[in-house]
């Protein structure tokens, strides 16, 4: 099992940027295959973007590529995600999640709330 810690939220006015971080507890860091989502008010929980173990294949969903870069560190068992340029439609609840193949299983974490003004 893996617990996983996001931070890094707030708010910020469009245009601007944020980090996001995500800390893992296993030692087992580098096994996952390692996910943000976003969900906000009124909608469901989307994809965002994901990268594989060794941070040599990322995904993003359309509405930000170009604009955020997912990237991790496996020795500090941590995720990131740099978002630049952001939109007051990227407003939501960021979640962190680390799927592991072996167990076909998500893991997650509690969420940072990402609030972009315009």
């Known amino acids: 099992q893996v617990q996983l810690v996001e931070s890094g939220g707030g708010l910020v006015q469009a245009g601007g940027s944020l980090r996001l971080s995500c800390a893992a507890s296993?030692?087992?860091?580098?096994?996952?295959?390692m996910e943000w989502f976003r969900q906000a008010p009124g909608k469901e929980r989307e994809f965002v973007s994901s990268?594989?173990?060794?941070?040599?294949?990322?995904s993003y969903v359309d509405s930000v590529k170009g604009r955020f870069t997912i990237s991790r560190d496996n020795a500090k068992n941590t995720m990131y995600l740099q978002m630049d340029d952001l939109k007051p439609e990227d407003t939501a609840v960021y979640y962190c999640?680390?799927?592991?193949?072996?167990?076909?299983?998500?893991?997650w974490g509690q969420g940072t709330q990402v609030t972009v003004s315009s």
């Open positions: 296993a030692g087992t860091f580098s096994s996952y295959l």
């Open positions: 999640a680390a799927y592991s193949v072996a167990r076909v299983y998500r893991y």
């Open positions: 990268i594989n173990w060794s941070g040599t294949s990322t």
